[in-house]
């Protein structure tokens, strides 16, 4: 086995998509298998590879990941990418945690009937632009500098750009009201490791279709 992060999901973004865009932005390059069956997922239970039953599931140096919040805290710690002190490490977390419940919206909308998918995509309107994306435009316009903490490049830039791009596929036009947020993507989009990623043939995956949903159900869902 080589020495690159080995991840371990289905062919689809889900909780592992952030783990994606971490490695990625940090420059690392990885290795993926791809849970097509319920026997795949039942083996790696059976070998102990999965500690609470669950993936994402990550080797990385030496160790079997599982637990997303915990892999992106390694990844993150690992690469420089979580502040240079306690203090910054706090707002790191505070806003990642509210990026992450703005995006479990995203990752259960694949979910959702096809009859509620409209009222699912209005409620992710509402939140983005009423509760969290405020936040973040403010954080930015008083903090004066290219970054949402210090002025330095963490997994708080990374985390907001995947959810940016994330929530502008369902509803396009959500930063017009966000100009701080606006000149933001822009940047993260050309930094070299993100641009990387952004580009067609790499890891990234697009967004979930009908066989996710299905393949998901198969070999996930009890």
Do not use: C
């Amino acid at each position: 086995m080589s020495g690159k992060p080995r991840l371990t999901y289905l062919n689809g973004r889900g909780r592992m998509e952030t783990i994606r865009w971490l490695l990625a932005a940090a420059g690392v390059e990885f290795e993926e298998v791809y849970l097509e069956t319920k026997e795949q997922y039942n083996k790696l239970v059976k070998d102990g590879f999965l500690l609470f039953q669950q993936v994402p599931l990550v080797e990385i140096d030496g160790m079997k990941m599982v637990q997303t919040r915990a892999i992106l805290n390694y990844i993150a710690g690992k690469y420089n990418l979580y502040g240079k002190d306690l203090k910054e490490r706090a707002l790191i977390d505070m806003y990642v945690e509210g990026i992450a419940d703005l995006m479990q919206m995203i990752l259960m909308f694949p979910f959702t009937p096809p009859g509620e998918k409209q009222k699912s995509v209005d409620s992710i309107k509402e939140k983005a632009t009423n509760r969290y994306f405020p936040v973040f435009e403010k954080a930015l316009k008083q903090h004066g500098q290219d970054f949402l903490v210090g002025n330095k490049f963490s997994r708080a830039d990374v985390q907001l750009i995947e959810l940016i791009l994330a929530v502008e596929e369902k509803v396009p036009d959500v930063l017009s009201g966000f100009p701080q947020l606006q000149v933001f993507k822009t940047k993260m989009s050309n930094m070299p490791t993100i641009k990387k990623f952004l580009q067609p043939g790499s890891p990234r995956k697009p967004p979930p279709d009908d066989h996710y949903v299905e393949t998901a159900t198969k070999v996930l869902i009890k």
